[in-house]
């Protein structure tokens, strides 16, 4: 068999000289191997199954791509900006998209298989985890603040509206003046209470 591995067999070394062979080349052990249907089809599904397992794994991987677009926004995302969004839609929005990223990091098995191969997502999982952990934190430091900024806000403007409404008018330039701030008090108060049930639904988002 004219192949190096076989050599010392076919072609010993004695009193440190080679012995010549006897017995020509031979076939070579390719070609034996090659011409064999067994090897060849074994041959076929081995490579089969590692170009399946790796196709396998780059379809994974674009479903992954989900996870590390809302980790890019949340990492691109600065959380002072939070503060200057006054509107608690946007408060409420937010809290649920994060809660629902942090459970959709959580469903990552730590292990997948996949083929033949065994995919480690533990690296993963705690590269990703902590983005929405974070925006969330950011917000439970930014809500109670605006809440009650704008709580304090309101019953300043109440407190003040009250003093005024106790004063007794003297003369009648302060009788006019108590009458428009009356009127003016009384088209403000539908909108105090619209701001009334905003401040509320502000205390109950970081509450809940």
Excluded: W
């Amino acid at each position: 068999m004219n192949d190096v591995q076989f050599e010392s067999f076919t072609k010993p070394l004695i009193n440190r000289k080679f012995e010549q062979k006897s017995c020509g080349e031979g076939p070579q052990l390719y070609s034996i191997l090659e011409d064999d249907g067994h090897i060849s089809t074994l041959k076929s599904d081995i490579e089969h199954c590692i170009n399946d397992s790796f196709e396998r794994c780059d379809n994974f991987s674009q479903h992954l791509q989900f996870f590390y677009q809302f980790y890019k926004e949340n990492e691109d995302c600065d959380p002072e900006n939070f503060a200057a969004k006054d509107n608690v839609n946007f408060f409420k929005e937010a809290l649920n998209t994060y809660a629902r990223q942090v459970a959709q990091v959580k469903s990552i098995h730590n292990t997948r298989k996949i083929g033949m191969l065994l995919i480690d997502n533990t690296d993963l999982k705690g590269t990703i985890e902590p983005s929405p952990l974070r925006m969330l934190e950011n917000l439970d430091t930014i809500l109670p603040k605006l809440a009650k900024k704008k709580l304090d806000d309101q019953m300043a403007e109440l407190s003040e509206m009250k003093f005024k409404l106790d004063q007794t008018p003297n003369d009648t330039i302060s009788f006019v003046d108590h009458l428009t701030f009356l009127d003016n008090s009384t088209e403000r108060m539908p909108s105090l209470s619209h701001e009334g049930k905003i401040i509320a639904r502000y205390y109950s988002l970081f509450k809940k």
